[in-house]
């Protein structure tokens, strides 16, 4: 429940991790420490077919497809859902990819 940053020194083989901010939920309450208790389960274990494991982002994949059920209120009604429908909806604010490396030294 809280975030860090990372510092590095590969050559003095050193790591910092300091936690630079604590996360609230919508109540400003902080103790989900040992996670949160859903009201669905799925339990991904139980299928040992790695066919059935499908790639990220996948409407099909068994979390996400609930999860996409369950969102558009199609809970146990056969339909498949393509992620075409959602994408336009979502907007882009943030990409990891975009942070250029900063060889272990951040300055501000």
Partial sequence: NVGSTSYKNDELTWELHPSVCKIYNSEKKSDYVNGFTPHYKIDESLDTNLDSFLEFGNPNELLLNK?????????????????????????????????????????Q
Avoid: H
């Fill in 67 to 107: 999860a996409l059920q369950l969102i558009s209120g199609t809970d146990g009604v056969e339909e498949i859902l393509t992620s075409r429908s959602l994408i336009r909806e979502l907007i882009l604010i943030y990409c990891s990819l975009d942070r250029k490396a900063t060889n272990g030294v951040i300055i």
